[in-house]
Structures are given as structure tokens and as C-alpha cells.
């Protein structure tokens, strides 16, 4: 997902996948309510509002732009797309807006993979009731590819269309990648060239209105592309509407003007119009956002047996933004909020008030039948389905951005004057090694998972190509982390610090801060683990902790200030190319600064691995990265989990899927 991140996409709000689909067995708390209480299950308040109070406000509601669980979360209510996944599966999709999806058999796909047609339903309406037409797909993903910049999701349909190893737009104007994410440079370049490279989008994405037909033209055969069309990003906008609302208006000689969209100045933040089961009511940033159901919805009939179908039941749906967790759990406790984000250190809390608990069936790969273990207790409890997400620790950024104009908050003094850092501080490879041998992996599952984690050792999930559990990594070792800080050359001398008669880092000591979004007290936990582990090395290393609401952390990410960044990542696509990618050159990597031949680097790994079409192959080449990913040290996989999460026992319908960015509200119901 994101799915950034996640995010990556990621853009991910991490908290809401482990609290509602991600994390391992239960608390004590959970299994001492003794036996079944014969006990009517309870009532909700209001059957047709649903609440869910969750931590940090969306980014932006663009399709185009959105790379984040929270944000993610309202558009795949609002906004559909070509498909979307079948129920639980990961990896089984449905028509959404397409009457099928195409395969080699039922002709929709040529037999060398390279040219996919949908057909396109009709009938269709989105919500200011304009008709959906073969148009606005192709014009959606048009959109989305010439918007581009390396911040969005869209990296995911580049090579996919015109070939691996190209990941923006802006490879097509000049494939030297001068112009990545600079979208005053871009306007400069040779019109003629601009006009080229859109026209090149243009054909690789072509509607028949007449047929009611869309054409894929791809560079190469494509694997992922059915799960890269299943998210956020492939939703369908109304072309008619984007334009009349100051968006793109799908011609060649304007594209650039939106190149590189960020969404403080994306007119479609705060406004949707889909086609979806809910309408957009309105958003209150920070405080809430609110959907009511969609009453002319077009879906009459389920996309597969059991699927919802129909006007949905829920017909007011609030997003409530509640950083606090007191609140949350007060909202939980008294029925207030159906579902809540619940901190896995807080879950003990929520684990005391469980009726009915639904384990994870491995073989049939669903949760089996949901049994009560308290009828005088009101939650739910889903429990042990594996994660498809991660937690990194770490992510360094080794040009801490500042300026006499725009000085960097987050870095002191910015100078190696014991009462800051300069900018450059974590491009010397011993201290990024330092403070990955500081951080206490034993203490954070045990005090914060109770247990329900491991330490993850690679980028890529259990399974996949590439991972393997004996794979390079760092434990924790203050002995070790003291030798690199001595190793470290700061002032550029050519003395280790450790040796340096004129001081360093070791004998100065340094200050920076730490950031977490406000709320997600997991991240403010890593960042207080990493602060005491640094602080009983050398009394003169100090790590501040600090709390930023989420718009504010997110825009110091894209603006590559945060001098340590804990993220979280929901993958895209079930493949080791969606965790490879982004945390090397893309969503996370994008933010770090790292220097050009350490990218170049991971680069070529990344397109001979992407490109390989068998998996012992891949695993080979992505073994070789994983020890890159270790001697750079760029960044820090913390931990892997399992599902750990709760609702009121009155809700019915839920799927729980672990690739949605979070609430699915159209199947559910009340009772």
C-alpha cells in the first residue's frame, strides 16, 4: 500500500494496520474472562453511523497523490477503480468499474503479455452526476503518470509502460534525471520534448469511447499490474470535473505544470468525486472527515459470491481524528466509536473488555468462526494473521536540509559544536552503524508488542524472493556502537574521532531531535529506546524527543529535515520490488539524501531483480542487496508482527483485508 508512505506508500499510518489487521497472540488479559457468559451480544447506539477514531489526518484525497494508509483509506470509499481485490484475498481481484479483468484466455490480454484491453462498464455515474466514460479512465492514469514525482505512487506504473528502471516522468524529457521533482526546470525544457513525453503517456493509456473500451500498450510483461491497479492510485476521476476544478486538462502543452504535484497546493485535497459507495461530505482538517452513502450507487448485483452489493448500509461514515489515546479508548469503552486505533502497548487495555475472539485459520487462510469467551464483554478480537507490514527503526537522512533562509529546526546549532549536528552528519557511514547497534530490540517487543514481534532482518516479507532469515543485520551492542562513534570523521581530518586530539563527535558530543507523529506512542517509544541506549554510550550524545501532528511531520519528511525518521510501510503489491524500491531510491529512499552512487548502487539491483522472471534468480540477486542494504546502512528493519486487533461485537460485514489502507466501509452493517 504504500502504500510513501508508505505511504507506500506507502504513505502509512502504521498504527491503524497493526491495530486493525496486523500483530501476534493475545495479552494475558485476553484469555482470563473465564467461560462463556450466556449474555445478549451488545446493541449499537446507532445502526447507520459508523465511527472510527484513529490517530493523524489524511494528506490529500488526489488519487494521483495520495501515498498514505490514512488518506488511502477515504479515497478507496469514494473513488473506484478498473478492479478491486476479491474479499480477504491478496492477490484475487473483482471488476470495479471494468465489466471483467482481462486475461490471456478471455482475450483481454495479448499472448505476449504486452497489450491489455478493459471494457468499460456503462451506466456508471459519478457523484456531481456526470457519466463515466472509457475517457476518464485513460485520462486518470494519464494524469496520475504525467503528475508523477517521486513522493507519489506512481513510480509503480513506469515500467510497467516504458520500461524498467524508469521511475518518473521526467525520464522522459531527460533520462539523465536531472529534473526529478523539479517542476521549474521541467517547464523549461524544449516544448516540443514536453509535448513528446505526454503524447508517449497518451499511447501507452488509449480509450475508444465508441467501443467503451481502454488499451494498455506496456513495454514489457507486467506481473504486478493487476495489484498496482487494485489501490488508491488507480481510482478513476471525472476528467470534465478536474478541470473545471483548476486540474490538468488533458492536454499536451499543460502537463508540466502539474508536474510534481505536493499536496498544500493540490486542488484536490479536500474535494472527491467518484463513483464510489460513499460521497465525500466534508473535511475538517485535524478534527474529522464524513461520508454519507452513496444512495444512487450503481452496484446492483455482488462482484463474487458473498460480495457486498446494493445502497450501502452504513450511511453516515466519520473519520474522527483523535491523537490521544485516552480519548480513543474512553470513545471504545462507552460505545462511542465502533472501531478505534489501538497502540500495541495499549492493547492490554482493550484485550480486558474482549466477548468474542476470532482466531487466524493458517489453512483455510480466513479467520475461523469467531467464538465468545465473555457475553458481558463488548469487543471483538482478531487475532494472528501475518503482517505484510514494517516497522523500520531507523532511516537516516545524510543531508539534513538547511539554510540561512530555511534553517532546520530539527539539528541544533547545525554545527559539530556539541550543541547540534551539522547537515552532513549521518553521510559517515560509522555513525549510521552506531545508532543501529543502539537500539534495543529485546526491550521494544517485549515492553511494547508483549512479546508478539521479531526483529525483522531484511526488507522483503517471509516468503518472498530475497528474504532470508540469516540474512546480515545489526543487534543491539553498545560496545560495538561506542566503536563506530570513534571511527566516525566528522570534521573530515582523516583522525577517527576516537583518535582526533583536536576533538570529534566522541569528545564533543552532538544534539538533535527525533520526531514522531503526534499520537502514535509506538514511534515515540523507538525514539525514547534509541534516546537512553545513545545517552548511556556517552553522556554528551543527546537525542530530543519530539511530537509533530502528522501534516507537519509528513511535509518535514517531503522537505527532508527529519534527521531520523521512524516510518512504517504497507506494501503496495505482494512483491519484494515493493519493499526493495522504497526504502533505496524511491518513497523513503527519495527523502534521505543519499549521494547519487549510493543510489546508482541499489539501482542496479533493483532493475536486474525486477526484471528477472524466475524467483531463484531474483532471491540470488536480492541477496546480494540485502548486504549492500547492511554495509551502507541506510536504514534499520525493526520488527515484523502479526494481527492484533479489535471492534465492537456489533459490527457485522467487515473484510478484513490486509492490503485495504484501512476502513472498507461499503459491506458493513450494524446491529
Not at 470 to 491: C, I, N, Q, S, V
Not at 526 to 550: C, Q, R
Not at 560 to 589: C, F, S, V
Not at 625 to 643: E, F, I, K, R, W
Request: proline share 6%.
Amino acid at each position: 500500500m504504500r502504500k510513501l508512505l508508505v505511504a507506500i506508500s506507502l504513505l502509512v499510518v502504521l498504527s491503524l494496520l497493526l491495530s486493525a489487521c496486523t500483530a501476534t497472540t493475545p495479552a494475558a488479559t485476553g484469555d482470563t474472562t473465564g467461560p462463556e457468559t450466556e449474555t445478549a451480544a451488545p446493541k449499537s447506539k446507532d445502526p447507520t453511523t459508523f465511527v472510527y477514531a484513529t490517530i493523524g489526518d489524511i494528506d490529500t484525497l488526489d488519487p494521483a497523490l495520495a501515498y498514505d494508509t490514512a488518506s488511502g483509506e477515504i479515497i478507496q470509499n469514494v473513488y473506484e477503480g478498473l478492479i478491486f481485490y476479491k474479499g480477504e484475498a491478496t492477490s484475487e481481484f473483482t471488476p470495479q468499474l471494468a465489466t471483467e479483468v482481462p486475461t490471456v484466455e478471455n482475450g483481454g490480454i495479448s499472448a505476449d503479455g504486452l497489450t491489455w484491453t478493459w471494457h468499460i462498464r456503462e451506466g456508471v455515474k459519478f457523484h456531481n452526476g456526470n457519466d463515466l466514460t472509457a475517457s476518464d479512465v485513460a485520462f486518470s492514469l494519464q494524469r496520475g503518470m504525467l503528475q508523477g514525482g517521486t513522493i507519489s505512487p506512481q513510480w509503480m506504473f513506469y515500467e510497467a509502460f516504458f520500461g524498467v528502471g524508469v521511475d518518473d516522468v521526467s525520464l522522459l524529457v531527460d533520462p539523465e534525471g536531472n529534473l526529478y521533482d523539479d517542476r521549474e526546470a521541467l517547464a523549461a525544457a524544449d516544448p516540443a520534448t514536453l509535448v513528446a513525453a505526454c503524447e508517449q503517456v497518451k499511447a501507452a493509456v488509449v480509450a475508444d469511447d465508441a467501443a467503451g473500451t481502454v488499451t494498455f500498450n506496456l513495454a514489457t510483461p507486467w506481473a504486478p499490474m493487476l495489484a498496482t491497479l487494485a489501490q488508491s492510485w488507480g481510482m478513476v476521476m471525472d476528467q470534465q470535473w478536474v478541470a473545471e476544478n483548476g486540474g490538468w486538462d488533458g492536454t499536451c502543452e499543460t502537463w508540466q505544470n502539474f508536474y510534481a504535484m505536493d499536496s498544500a497546493n493540490d486542488p484536490f485535497t479536500s474535494i472527491a468525486n467518484g463513483t464510489g459507495p460513499y460521497v465525500l461530505d466534508h473535511r475538517t482538517p485535524g478534527q474529522e472527515i464524513v461520508m454519507t452513502a452513496n444512495e444512487s450507487y450503481w452496484r446492483t448485483e455482488p462482484a463474487y459470491e458473498g460480495g457486498p452489493s446494493g445502497i450501502p448500509a452504513i450511511k453516515t461514515a466519520m473519520v474522527k481524528i483523535i491523537p490521544e489515546w485516552g480519548t480513543r479508548f474512553s470513545m471504545l469503552q462507552t460505545g462511542d466509536a465502533d472501531i478505534v486505533d489501538v497502540p500495541v502497548e495499549n492493547r492490554s487495555q482493550a484485550d480486558a473488555l474482549v466477548g468474542e475472539r476470532c482466531e487466524w485459520d493458517a489453512a483455510a487462510d480466513t479467520y475461523a468462526e469467531c467464538q465468545v469467551v465473555d457475553g458481558t464483554q463488548p469487543l471483538r478480537l482478531r487475532i494472528g494473521r501475518p503482517g505484510n507490514t514494517q516497522q523500520d527503526l531507523i532511516i537516516y537522512n545524510f543531508d539534513m536540509i538547511s539554510s540561512e533562509e530555511s534553517v532546520n529546526p530539527y539539528i541544533g546549532s547545525g554545527k559539530l559544536d556539541g550543541n547540534g549536528v551539522p547537515t552532513d552528519f549521518f553521510a559517515d557511514v560509522h555513525i549510521r552503524k552506531a545508532f543501529s547497534y543502539a537500539f534495543d530490540w529485546d526491550t521494544f517487543i517485549n515492553d511494547v508488542y508483549n512479546g508478539e514481534a521479531v526483529q525483522s532482518v531484511a526488507l522483503p516479507m517471509p516468503g518472498m524472493p530475497g528474504y532470508d532469515a540469516e540474512a546480515p543485520h545489526y543487534t543491539f551492542d553498545l560496545e560495538k556502537a561506542a566503536e563506530e562513534f570513534k571511527l566516525a570523521d566528522l570534521d573530515k581530518d582523516g583522525i577517527p574521532a576516537g583518535e582526533d586530539p583536536e576533538g570529534d563527535v566522541w569528545t564533543t558530543g552532538f544534539r538533535l531531535q527525533m520526531l514522531y507523529n503526534q499520537g502514535n506512542t509506538t514511534r515515540q517509544i523507538v525514539a525514547e529506546i534509541m534516546a537512553g541506549s545513545l545517552s548511556s554510550i556517552n553522556e554528551l550524545f543527546a537525542v530530543e524527543v519530539l511530537g509533530l501532528p502528522w501534516p507537519t511531520y509528513l511535509a518535514a519528511q517531503r522537505a527532508k529535515r527529519i534527521p531520523i525518521m521512524t516510518a512504517g510501510w504497507l506494501e503496495d503489491i505482494h512483491d519484494p520490488h515493493n519493499w526493495y524500491q522504497p526504502y533505496t531510491t524511491g518513497a523513503y529512499g527519495g527523502c534521505q539524501n543519499m549521494p547519487q552512487d549510493l543510489k546508482d548502487q541499489f539501482k542496479a539491483f533493483l532493475d536486474e531483480g525486477v526484471a528477472a522472471t524466475d524467483p531463484a534468480a531474483r532471491a540470488e540477486v536480492y541477496y546480494e542487496l540485502n548486504q549492500l542494504y547492511y554495509d551502507l546502512c541506510p536504514g534499520v528493519p525493526l520488527v515484523l508482527a502479526t494481527s492484533h486487533g479489535f471492534e465492537q461485537r456489533w459490527v457485522t460485514g467487515r473484510i478484513m483485508n490486509p492490503l485495504y489502507p484501512g476502513m472498507y466501509f461499503y459491506p458493513m452493517s450494524k446491529q
